[in-house]
């Protein structure tokens, strides 16, 4: 789950329901070790072209089955059909610069095991998760845009201390023992905790002051040793 805070199907019906002709339709998703099998019914095929695109643009996504998805034809005007087509033709395209940008920031060596998420917006893209540092996020920003995003909102995607070994740790269902840090001049608890978790809320500086016994979060000093728990 970590560092996108939902689960991998939670991530999956969320990249469904970002277009409007697959909002609507009730669909099953099951997960398991990244394969990802889908249930339920689409009215015609050119549904099943989109959710197959959709599907597999999200970050952890290994396979996709669909033999699950039956085709239910409603009794619709042509005209109404041939418009309802059109529209899906054009999402299913759009659809595919999201696998395209993630694609290409998975064959990056710098970048290929940090876990980012790429979501269309439009014609551009959304990124979240997690990179061991500020080079790597302008990396994949400008991968992004490399790649045909016409903009990037990269306002998930967080700067986060060991962003791969801990992605690789929870992949691998492999405890993470709490790291030590030493306080040192200017800092703060809030700027550790972004430091560590790519998060400086109320929430995350708390989690570490309650670790260390720190009964007021604005009270801490130059070389004292702090746990932070994972």
Request: aromatic share 4%.
């Amino acid at each position: 789950m970590w560092p996108f805070g939902k689960s991998l199907s939670a991530r999956v019906q969320d990249a469904i329901n970002q277009w409007p002709p697959l909002q609507e339709l009730g669909l099953n998703i099951q997960e398991q070790g990244g394969n990802v099998r889908i249930t339920g019914a689409v009215p015609r095929q050119a549904h099943l072209s989109l959710l197959q695109a959709t599907v597999e643009g999200v970050k952890g996504v290994k396979s996709v089955d669909l033999s699950g998805v039956i085709v239910a034809q409603q009794e619709v005007s042509e005209a109404a059909i041939a418009a309802e087509e059109e529209a899906i033709r054009k999402a299913t395209e759009a659809s595919k610069l999201a696998k395209k940008v993630l694609a290409t920031l998975e064959a990056n060596s710098e970048l290929k095991d940090d876990p980012i998420a790429v979501l269309q917006k439009g014609t551009g893209v959304v990124l979240q998760g997690a990179v061991d540092s500020q080079h790597e996020f302008n990396l994949a920003v400008q991968l992004a845009k490399q790649a045909g995003a016409t903009e990037v909102d990269a306002s998930g995607l967080k700067v986060v201390e060991g962003a791969k070994a801990r992605f690789a740790a929870e992949q691998g269902g492999v405890n993470i023992p709490d790291e030590w840090y030493t306080v040192q001049p200017g800092d703060t608890l809030s700027g550790i905790a972004l430091k560590f978790y790519g998060d400086a809320s109320r929430e995350s500086y708390m989690k570490i002051a309650k670790a260390n016994n720190i009964a007021n979060p604005d009270l801490i000093r130059v070389g004292q040793k702090l746990q932070i728990p994972r």
